[in-house]
């Protein structure tokens, strides 16, 4: 676990955390636990409803050869250090930071961030998923609002745009998301995408098999990364496929300009109570809201919780996402000459690797030389590069 709080004193305090835009609130990777036991101390187990269940198959820290599991996602490939399997049920985050989570809202200069990867073995269906919401428990009663979920889904659900909830469904492709219990809709949205998929590029769809999807079954075994953007009034998806900071636009998956898989953005507004927004004070995962899912299970890692500055704009931030990476670079070559210049393109590499954490190129940030005379040669070396 590697985790990074306010000042110990302001956050006992309590101070508001819109003072604090550009700070992570929790970075866990799961390494420095020992055991299941000293990682459940941090990420409680709960049945989904703010109550500790008296016994279930909840998060499973690995690698671990003495865990029998099936499938056997004890030590998955790619795995970075420890993880955790996640069964049933839902471990929810009772760690140094959660006072902080009592006041953490959106603001008009902040979004919160949340990120993790997923491991899905590509086999079985999977109700699994890493969330935030408000949680607030009275007696033997836990209330919900706000509910933002990330992961797995395997069922399909209703077109939010469309009029009729029964004239369009949203086929399950496995990769998800969920909003619900917002205060308010808005754009084109007639009810809370309760489970969406993300659009993926059908290039990646196989051609021998019997559906027009792209789903688990085409992209196979992986390591996925998800985030979840969310602002006082809309939330912003994206999908990265294989972790590797590219878009996968060619039939040969991991190959691919600079950027993220897929990209989807709710216009929603949080709800409130007497006029403030409800903070997102419960951070978990496990099975969405204890939803039972034993057979299939999963592997979870690198979840992040951030506050990201949205007043202050970045030198090279060319998509607006508030970090300055690869995913600029193709923003830039698509608009040079059409509004971006040789000057935009030094800005980019000067702050490379600014702002919020996201999915930096492995290999070094490409050389400007002569700025704008230089995009030929730019683009064969940055744009397009293999896993």
Not at 44 to 52: C, H, I, K
Not at 77 to 102: C, H, M, Q, R, T
Not at 144 to 163: R, Y
Not at 171 to 187: D, E, M, P, Q, W
Request: a negative charge; proline letters at 7%; glycine letters at 10%.
């Amino acid at each position: 676990m590697s985790l990074r709080l306010l000042c110990g004193p302001l956050a006992a305090a309590l101070v508001p955390l819109a003072a604090f835009a550009g700070t992570t609130l929790v970075e866990e990777n799961f390494d420095n636990y020992a055991d299941t036991t000293a990682m459940q101390a941090v990420w409680r187990p709960d049945d989904g409803n703010g109550f500790q269940p008296l016994a279930g198959p909840v998060g499973l820290l690995i690698p671990d050869g003495n865990l029998v599991l099936t499938p056997p996602n004890d030590n998955p490939p790619g795995l970075e250090g420890k993880g955790v399997n996640i069964l049933s049920d839902v471990n929810e985050y009772v760690g140094p930071a959660k006072s902080l989570l009592e006041t953490l809202v959106p603001t008009e200069n902040q979004a919160i961030r949340l990120t993790m990867d997923f491991y899905d073995h590509a086999s079985g269906n999977k109700r699994h998923s890493v969330g935030l919401r408000h949680a607030k428990q009275s007696g033997t009663t836990v209330t919900s609002a706000n509910i933002i979920e990330l992961g797995m889904w395997n069922a399909a659900d209703s077109d939010p745009t469309d009029p009729d909830p029964a004239n369009v469904k949203e086929v399950s492709t496995g990769y998800a998301y969920r909003v619900v219990l917002f205060g308010a809709l808005g754009g084109n949205l007639l009810r809370s995408p309760n489970w969406g998929y993300f659009p993926l590029n059908p290039v990646l769809d196989r051609p021998d098999d019997a559906d027009e999807l792209v789903n688990v079954a085409d992209i196979g075994r992986g390591w996925h990364r998800y985030t979840a953007t969310i602002s006082p009034t809309d939330v912003t998806f994206t999908l990265d496929l294989f972790r590797d900071g590219l878009a996968n636009t060619e039939a040969v998956a991991g190959v691919g300009a600079a950027g993220v898989d897929a990209t989807v953005t709710w216009p929603i507004a949080p709800a409130t109570s007497g006029g403030s927004i409800l903070p997102f004070n419960s951070l978990r995962f496990g099975a969405p809201s204890g939803v039972a899912n034993v057979a299939n299970d999963s592997v979870i890692d690198n979840i992040k919780l951030e506050l990201v500055d949205l007043a202050v704009p970045l030198e090279g931030d060319f998509n607006g996402d508030q970090r300055v990476d690869d995913a600029d670079f193709a923003a830039w070559q698509t608009a040079f000459g059409a509004g971006k210049t040789g000057a935009d393109l030094l800005a980019w590499q000067r702050n490379y690797g600014a702002g919020a954490s996201g999915n930096l190129a492995a290999a070094p940030v490409p050389e400007p030389a002569a700025a704008a005379l230089a995009l030929a040669g730019l683009a064969a070396a940055g744009a397009r590069r293999r896993r």
